[in-house]
């Protein structure tokens, strides 16, 4: 069985976020612009950020794919992250819509409708944090973004002091693979230019993958075998998003009993439902990645 559908969307807004490197830049923030009261976002992260930020209640339409936090499932749907309606944004009247850089052809139909629109970028954990800047200084919630971007902050340096001085083990994240009674056959896993790459780093580990800069390399078993990671760490949204036996999952990493990670018992499943979504909660996942990666720290000290 193929793992459900949220981590394929996943993997398409993985892919047009890293393409928004070479296309954005930082937007021009007027000071004396007036807070938007009519806020569409079209993208899972974004949704999130304006929630986190405390601007939820100027949303008035997100995509179906934007399900937390639970107040979402209350606004108007305006089509997917790659195909969103346009009628459906106009009939909403906004006056700002916010969308990932690389969304090319619909920022261009919304110019041409006299729509304001705000382009973020979610590629690296660097643009996770600026896009919570951005966002706040446009809707008018400068102070809560400091704050969470000064946990994030405290966040990274509590981890960076754990692994400082430890050996940095290969690491893997595996993103989507095939799923059946055999074992693992084709999987799509995270490439040395995106921000699952940032967390293996700052949690102090180094991406098994080294080869070309692809966005989501899709690896076979001999490729696996080749680079050998260490440590494989598989990434699953909630379970309310997939149909997968996770047991049956971990069986089939298990016949891959040439690889190092699978010698010494290191395959690792995460099912969170922020797992796939990069905005601010992805942070959560670095002290989880750590922890797993060097389970010989002392991990009881707390971030502040």
């Not at 892919?15 to 937007?27: C, G, K, L, Y």
């Not at 050996?167 to 896993?189: D, L, N, W, Y």
């Not at 149909?243 to 040439?258: E, R, S």
């Amino acid at each position: 069985m193929r793992r459900f559908w949220p981590l394929f969307i996943f993997a398409i807004i993985l892919s047009v976020a890293m393409m928004s490197i070479q296309n954005s830049s930082t937007p021009t923030i007027n000071k004396g612009q007036q807070s938007p009261q009519r806020i569409i976002s079209l993208a899972p992260s974004i949704t999130e950020t304006v929630f986190a930020i405390g601007a939820g209640s100027q949303l008035v339409g997100v995509t179906k794919y934007c399900d937390f936090p639970v107040a979402t499932e209350s606004l108007p749907k305006v089509g997917g992250f790659v195909d969103p309606n346009i009628e459906a944004i106009v009939s909403l009247e906004p006056d700002l819509v916010i969308l990932l850089a690389n969304h090319s052809r619909v920022i261009k139909q919304l110019k041409q409708l006299n729509i304001d629109v705000l382009t973020v970028s979610n590629a690296s954990l660097s643009d996770i944090q600026q896009t919570i800047t951005i966002i706040a200084e446009r809707t008018g919630h400068q102070s809560q973004a400091e704050q969470i971007i000064t946990k994030i902050h405290n966040r990274i340096e509590f981890i960076a002091e754990k692994v400082a001085k430890k050996t940095p083990p290969r690491v893997m994240i595996a993103m989507g693979h095939s799923i059946g009674t055999e074992q693992v056959k084709q999987v799509f896993i995270a490439g040395n230019r995106d921000f699952y790459n940032d967390l293996i780093q700052l949690s102090g580990g180094v991406n098994a993958y080294q080869g070309a800069n692809l966005k989501i390399p899709s690896v076979s078993v001999e490729g696996i075998m080749e680079i050998n990671p260490q440590v494989i760490i598989d990434i699953f949204p909630e379970a309310d998003d997939h149909h997968t036996d996770l047991n049956q999952a971990l069986k089939g990493w298990h016949k891959l009993k040439y690889i190092d990670a699978v010698k010494n018992n290191r395959v690792h499943i995460i099912e969170e439902n922020y797992a796939t979504i990069p905005g601010p909660r992805i942070f959560l996942l670095l002290e989880q990645i750590a922890r797993l990666i060097h389970p010989e720290i002392n991990w009881q000290a707390k971030p502040s």
